[in-house]
């Protein structure tokens, strides 16, 4: 069964950036979409980008132009670059990898503290 291991979450003051690493275990990374989601507090999960296999994006309107999805199918590993990061970004981001194959995986979520 795979296995998503995400780390980089933390505390940085609005304007700065946070880059964000997830690490796909025990499947084939190039089978899988893969995407950053969060969860803000008394809210509902929301996306925020994804990425497939050959890299083409899709992000939410609120964080174009300010984050940036990015994959490396040797390292098996997605990145969340945030850029100018905003109070109301803080949550807890999750990693995910889906496929409508072989499933749909998430990781154990990392928090994002934005402080202004």
């Known amino acids: 069964q795979a296995q998503l291991v995400e780390s980089g979450g933390g505390l940085v003051q609005a304007g700065g950036s946070l880059k964000l690493s997830c690490v796909l275990a025990?499947?084939?990374?190039?089978?899988?979409?893969m995407g950053w989601y969060r969860r803000a507090p008394g809210k509902q999960r929301e996306l925020v980008a994804t990425?497939?296999?050959?890299?083409?994006?899709n992000y939410a309107d609120s964080v174009k132009g300010r984050f940036t999805i990015s994959r490396d199918n040797v390292k098996n590993t997605v990145y969340l670059q945030m850029n100018s990061l905003k109070p109301e970004d803080a949550a807890v981001y999750y990693c995910?990898?889906?496929?409508?194959?072989?499933?749909?995986?998430w990781g154990q979520g990392t928090q994002v503290t934005v402080s202004s």
């Open positions: 995910n990898a889906h496929s409508y194959r072989f499933g749909d995986y």
């Open positions: 025990r499947s084939i990374f190039s089978n899988y979409v």
């Open positions: 990425i497939t296999g050959g890299g083409t994006t």
